[in-house]
């Protein structure tokens, strides 16, 4: 047995060894990111979007400056908002990220192409046309990833006037470190439209399990083209940050 154990501990060492020793090989140069980031530059469209895979990539925001870039983790739920095309900028050694962009209905718009150690492939979205009613021009940390979406006060209501669609999305989270907060009361996002009630969505304090960014998906009720929607988010505890974005689909 002791044999057995010595030989076990051997040949782990081995494979820690060789896992160092091959690792910058695995790694991007600055020169694969220089080139990936020129090829985006010549490419990029209004409409493109660079998502990272996996998530732990951020170096790609030092050079990557043609588009925006996000780190989804859930690529098969995440909400790309009025883009229509995503380039994947991966590392295949450490994930490969077809299976959920397939299962989410997106399709590659052309072969992946090599970088170095790092690979760049474009996907159609193929995202139905949406109705923001939210302002998304600033990016806030949620749950610790960047997302695009309007601050709003605990406490407040506001009222918009929007397409109807066929259906109604709203995500919201609490800014930063303050979703940890032991104790914290949980924050209530309630939506209306010309009077009825859509939906509830309850924001708990966050376990660091992805769940921080909260998620309501209801659909619109026979009506109007047009309505007016009302958002009341409440809390016994406004003191924290919030983000919230919602918009209709068709």
């Given at each position: 047995m002791r044999r057995v154990a010595f030989a076990l501990l051997l040949a782990c060492g081995a494979g820690s060894l060789l896992f160092d020793l091959t690792l910058s090989s695995r790694l991007p140069r600055e020169s694969d990111w220089a080139e990936l980031a020129g090829a985006l530059r010549s490419e990029?469209?209004?409409?493109?979007?660079?998502?990272?895979?996996?998530?732990?990539?951020?170096?790609?925001?030092?050079?990557?400056?043609?588009?925006?870039?996000?780190?989804?983790?859930?690529?098969?739920?995440?909400?790309?908002?009025?883009?229509?095309?995503?380039?994947?900028?991966?590392?295949?050694?450490?994930?490969?990220?077809?299976?959920?962009?397939?299962?989410?209905?997106?399709?590659?718009?052309?072969?992946?192409?090599?970088?170095?150690?790092?690979?760049?492939?474009?996907?159609?979205?193929?995202?139905?046309?949406?109705?923001?009613?939210?302002?998304?021009?600033?990016?806030?940390?949620?749950?610790?990833?960047?997302?695009?979406?309007?601050?709003?006060?605990?406490?407040?209501?506001f009222v918009v006037r929007g397409p109807a669609g066929s259906a109604l999305h709203v995500r919201a989270g609490v800014i930063g470190e303050r979703a940890y907060d032991a104790g914290k009361p949980a924050v209530t996002v309630q939506v209306f439209a010309e009077g009825l009630r859509l939906g509830t969505l309850d924001i708990p304090r966050t376990a660091r399990d992805g769940t921080g960014w909260r998620r309501l998906d209801v659909p619109m009720p026979a009506g109007a083209a047009e309505r007016q929607f009302i958002f009341t988010i409440d809390s016994s505890d406004a003191l924290r940050p919030f983000c919230l974005t919602a918009w209709t689909s068709k």
């Amino acid at each position: 047995m002791r044999r057995v154990a010595f030989a076990l501990l051997l040949a782990c060492g081995a494979g820690s060894l060789l896992f160092d020793l091959t690792l910058s090989s695995r790694l991007p140069r600055e020169s694969d990111w220089a080139e990936l980031a020129g090829a985006l530059r010549s490419e990029a469209r209004p409409g493109d979007l660079a998502q990272l895979w996996p998530v732990w990539a951020e170096e790609a925001r030092l050079h990557i400056d043609s588009m925006p870039v996000l780190a989804e983790e859930d690529l098969v739920h995440a909400d790309y908002l009025g883009f229509k095309r995503l380039w994947v900028v991966s590392l295949p050694h450490f994930g490969n990220p077809e299976k959920g962009l397939q299962e989410r209905g997106a399709t590659p718009a052309a072969p992946a192409r090599r970088f170095g150690a790092l690979q760049l492939q474009a996907w159609d979205l193929h995202a139905p046309e949406i109705s923001p009613l939210t302002t998304q021009d600033a990016e806030h940390e949620v749950d610790y990833v960047a997302r695009r979406c309007a601050q709003v006060r605990i406490g407040s209501h506001f009222v918009v006037r929007g397409p109807a669609g066929s259906a109604l999305h709203v995500r919201a989270g609490v800014i930063g470190e303050r979703a940890y907060d032991a104790g914290k009361p949980a924050v209530t996002v309630q939506v209306f439209a010309e009077g009825l009630r859509l939906g509830t969505l309850d924001i708990p304090r966050t376990a660091r399990d992805g769940t921080g960014w909260r998620r309501l998906d209801v659909p619109m009720p026979a009506g109007a083209a047009e309505r007016q929607f009302i958002f009341t988010i409440d809390s016994s505890d406004a003191l924290r940050p919030f983000c919230l974005t919602a918009w209709t689909s068709k």
